[in-house]
Structure formats: structure tokens, C-alpha cells
């Protein structure tokens, strides 16, 4: 085997870990938040997040502080305000709210409403394949929201309408952060981003963190948190950039299509999360439509 097929199946093996780590992640942080609370869960999140940002910087002997031309900053903090503030704060209570599989599958929609703000703010043209795939994503996701609807779950059906929108602002991110990465460094402007929103996502959790009993909570809970906010999230997407330098973003982009069938079977087998006909076939549509919109542009040249 050539160095190259070597390197290229180590990145497709560190893909597919990834797709089951943060497969397993959903039901993970659910238990958490259950112990300390979305709240206590996002202070600590934010202070460990900012700590590992500073320290990555640090060991790339980049700058703390963004190196940003004067009129960079004023939408430098509108995309962080989308991005690590807004999004991360409507993904922590969402979930709490909602289940594992919902959430998963929810959050997989952005590549949609990335197409779909694309078209609104820039003009760009989606091919019939495409409108087909946003279009079936859509149904999907209201064919597998209706049973909590029809059963007056208000509570998971908020959370499932507050991942929506955050899937919606993340795709606003999405695309004013673009411009950053290119100029400065996808490392860069991450880390960046997160040591700007940690201190506002701290205040705004302060009163949760103050009650939260921290010194109470057991270590199997701490083991969740350290789980889900260091290795899934922050060390899972420097390792998720380097698969995708390895192996290309069209290569390796259609295996986070699997990160909702991983959640949905992790949530069956430790919380007894149930799916009737309705979920499965809601939840297959909206997959499929979300595959479609994305491989349809790319193989148009568009996306």
C-alpha cells in the first residue's frame, strides 16, 4: 500500500470515529444537561472552550487578540454573535428540550438553509435538483415533527423549533464567516471567535451557574461534560479539518450523513428513545433531501 492510500484511510478511519463520537455526543450532553442544568452546562462550557482556544493559539504562536483591519471588525462581531454566541446558546437549550434524534437530525438541515440564504442574499442559482432536495428536507422535517405536534409534546416541539432556527443562524454564519477563514485561518478565526463569545455566553449563564451545585454533581457527570465540550466538540472539529484536508470536502462531507442514524441508535439503546413509522420515514426524507441539495450543487459546480 502507497504512503498516500496509507494517509488516505487513516483520514477515512478518524472520519468515521468522529461520525460516531458525535453520534454518541446527543445522548451524552442530555445527561448532562439533566444533572447540572443547559444553563450551568453553557457557563462551563464557555469558560473550558475559552481556555482551549487561548491555548491553541498559544501553541501556534498566533495573537489573542483578532488581527483585523479596522473595517473587518464590524462584521467580525456581527458572525460572532450568529455564530458562537446565538447558535451555541439556542443549540444548548434546544437540545435539552428536544430528544438525541431530533436534535441531530434538525442540526443536519443547515446545508439547506445555507442554500436557501444563499439564494436570497447573494443571488445564487440552485438547479432543479437542488430545489427538489430543499424542498423534500422541509417535508421530511415536518412529516417527523407532526407527531410530537398531533401529541401536544410542546415541550420537545419547542426545542425542535429552536434548533431549527439555529440551524438557520448557523448558516448565516456560515457564510459571513467565509471571507475570515480565507484571510486569516480557519484555526484562527474559530478560536478567535470562541474567546470573543465566551465571556458574553458566561455573563448571560452567570444566575444558572451561581445555583448549579457544581461540587455535588458526580464524576460520571463530569466525564459527560469534559466528553462532549473537549473531545467531541473542540478537538472533534480541528480533527474534522484535518480529514477534510486529507480527503476533500466532497469526499468527506456526505459522511456526516450518518451522524443521525448513530445518534437515533445510541438514544434507543441508553435512554429507550422509541421511533414509530412516521419519525422513520420523516426522518429518511429529510436525509435524503439534504443529500441531494448538497451533491446535486456540487456536481453542478455550484456549491
Not at 452546562?41 to 495573537?63: I, Y
Not at 401536544?152 to 457564510?175: E, K, M, N, P
Not at 414509530?276 to 441531494?292: D, F
Amino acid at each position: 500500500m502507497s504512503d498516500e492510500a496509507a494517509r488516505q484511510r487513516r483520514a477515512l478511519a478518524a472520519g468515521l470515529l468522529l461520525v460516531a463520537l458525535w453520534g454518541a455526543a446527543f445522548s451524552i450532553q442530555k445527561v448532562a444537561y439533566a444533572a447540572m442544568g443547559p444553563g450551568a452546562f453553557l457557563f462551563l462550557r464557555s469558560f473550558v472552550m475559552g481556555c482551549c482556544a487561548a491555548g491553541l493559539l498559544a501553541l501556534r504562536g498566533r495573537p489573542l487578540w483578532p488581527r483585523l483591519a479596522p473595517g473587518e471588525w464590524r462584521p467580525f462581531l456581527f458572525t460572532t454573535t450568529a455564530g458562537p454566541v446565538l447558535h451555541i446558546a439556542m443549540v444548548t437549550y434546544g437540545i435539552h428540550w428536544s430528544t438525541a434524534f431530533s436534535s441531530s437530525l434538525i442540526m443536519s438541515c443547515g446545508p439547506v438553509f445555507t442554500l436557501i440564504l444563499l439564494r436570497l442574499m447573494r443571488g445564487t442559482r440552485l438547479g432543479p435538483r437542488q430545489v427538489l432536495g430543499v424542498v423534500a428536507a422541509f417535508c421530511g422535517v415536518l412529516l417527523f415533527m407532526g407527531e410530537k405536534l398531533l401529541a401536544a409534546d410542546w415541550r420537545a416541539s419547542g426545542g425542535d423549533l429552536l434548533l431549527l432556527v439555529a440551524s438557520l443562524v448557523f448558516a448565516l454564519y456560515t457564510i459571513w464567516v467565509t471571507p475570515f477563514v480565507t484571510r486569516h485561518g480557519g484555526v484562527e478565526v474559530m478560536c478567535w471567535t470562541t474567546l470573543l463569545a465566551s465571556p458574553v455566553l458566561m455573563v448571560l449563564s452567570a444566575g444558572a451557574a451561581w445555583s448549579a451545585g457544581y461540587a455535588g454533581l458526580a464524576p460520571g457527570i463530569w466525564v459527560a461534560f469534559f466528553w462532549t465540550v473537549v473531545v467531541s466538540a473542540f478537538f472533534g472539529w480541528m480533527i474534522w479539518g484535518h480529514v477534510n484536508a486529507v480527503r476533500g470536502v466532497a469526499r468527506t462531507a456526505p459522511l456526516l450523513y450518518l451522524v443521525p442514524p448513530v445518534a437515533g441508535l445510541v438514544a434507543w439503546l441508553t435512554v429507550g428513545e422509541t421511533f414509530g413509522p412516521q419519525k422513520m420515514a420523516g426522518a429518511a426524507l429529510a436525509l435524503g433531501g439534504v443529500a441531494l441539495a448538497q451533491l446535486a450543487g456540487r456536481a453542478g459546480g455550484r456549491v
